[in-house]
């Protein structure tokens, strides 16, 4: 079954370094996503890409983050300079007809 | 209006039993709602979701039981078994596919005891 899988599964990192997370989508998927979750709370939306640009982004998406789809099958999620509060799991998904799939997450922690 | 309000946090039940979550929801404009269930270190899998022109999708022992009038859904999992414990997350979005923005509940920690 396809999947969406991100890499690396676990990052530590001091704050004010920049951190890249990475994800490839499923194949045939065109709509792309990055959701967060600090740990036990919901799953909040971040950004959403579509055909090589933000189609919207949340207001924690602020300046710090940037998304990028370099090669036509990653899809990355960059924070230029990591804060304690972005310490949390960091999940991509894509979406073909309607239905998110998402990867098992990156968790960010940040010293 | 974004906000999906989701109860109880918390649920103990014992196997076979039904487990039921609720959900409820201020925004009309939502029109796909989907419940997400997550396993300790996974992320979220769409387990079963409807849409609001119809009032009751079963999968199995999975059942969406949804109220436009009253803006709230549930989800009732019968003969509830362990291995069913996990995180379970109401969502709502809106859109007719490809670019749905879902605003999730705050999850359900479900605990089914042999």
């Known amino acids: 079954e396809p999947e969406v899988t991100q890499t690396p599964s676990h990052q530590v990192t001091q704050m004010g370094q920049e951190v890249i997370l990475r994800c490839v989508p499923i194949?045939?998927?065109?709509?792309f996503y990055w959701y967060r979750q600090i740990l036990g709370q919901k799953v909040e939306f971040l950004v959403s890409f579509y055909n090589n640009e933000i189609s919207e982004k949340s207001e924690i998406f602020d300046d710090q983050f940037s998304v990028e789809r370099p090669d036509g099958s990653n899809f990355t999620l960059k924070i230029r300079s990591t804060k304690l509060e972005d310490s949390a799991m960091y999940f991509c998904a894509s979406n073909a007809y309607g239905e998110l799939f998402f990867g098992e997450g990156s968790r960010l922690t940040v010293l | 209006q974004q906000q999906v309000k989701q109860s109880p946090q918390s649920l103990i039940v014992q196997k076979g039993g039904i487990s039921i979550i609720n959900c409820a929801y201020e925004n009309t404009a939502f029109d796909y709602f989907p419940w997400y269930q997550q396993f300790p270190g996974k992320g979220p899998a769409l387990l079963i979701a409807i849409r609001p022109d119809v009032s009751e999708k079963k999968e199995g022992r999975f059942t969406i039981s949804f109220n436009k009038s009253a803006k709230q859904f549930s989800l009732h999992i019968m003969d509830s078994q362990p291995g069913d414990s996990a995180t379970y997350f109401c969502?709502?979005?809106?859109?007719?596919?490809?670019?749905?923005?879902?605003?999730f509940g705050k999850g359900t920690k479900l605990t089914v005891n042999p």
């Open positions: 969502a709502a979005s809106m859109g007719q596919g490809g670019s749905e923005k879902l605003v």
């Open positions: 194949s045939n998927h065109l709509y």
